[in-house]
């Protein structure tokens, strides 16, 4: 199981990031593959999905902002960041879908994203 995630920094207000992740074929043949953001002190929660067919969905905080792409040649999934708000600020990770996050016992390390006022 690997999960490497990429593309965070720092980024004002307004600005955009394309955050990537690589995930190993055994956990990408999964269906659903999802974004999730944990900011500090809070759980994790669940940003969008993707299905292998390319079907999306979006937490009603980042719909019409965000968007998830996956690549399954690549065995990678995107998330382009568009007008981004200081409460974006939190560490992204992928992973298979669940609705119960804490369930899962792999994750890859994250990638910090920062938006500055």
């Known amino acids: 199981v690997q999960l490497v995630e990429s593309g965070g920094g720092v980024v004002q207000a307004g600005g955009s990031l394309r955050l990537s992740c690589a995930a190993s074929?055994?956990?990408?043949?999964?269906?659903?593959m999802g974004w999730y953001r944990q900011s500090l002190g809070e759980q994790r929660e669940l940003v969008a999905t993707i299905t292998s067919r390319g079907n999306t969905n979006y937490a009603n905080s980042v719909k019409g902002r965000f968007t998830i792409s996956r690549d399954n040649a690549k065995n990678t999934i995107y998330l382009q960041m568009d007008s981004l708000k200081p409460e974006d600020t939190a560490v992204y990770y992928c992973?298979?879908?669940?609705?119960?996050?804490?369930?899962?016992?792999?994750w890859g390390q994250g990638t910090q994203v920062t938006v500055s006022s």
């Open positions: 992973n298979r879908y669940t609705a119960s996050p804490a369930t899962l016992s792999y």
């Open positions: 074929g055994t956990i990408f043949s999964v269906a659903i």
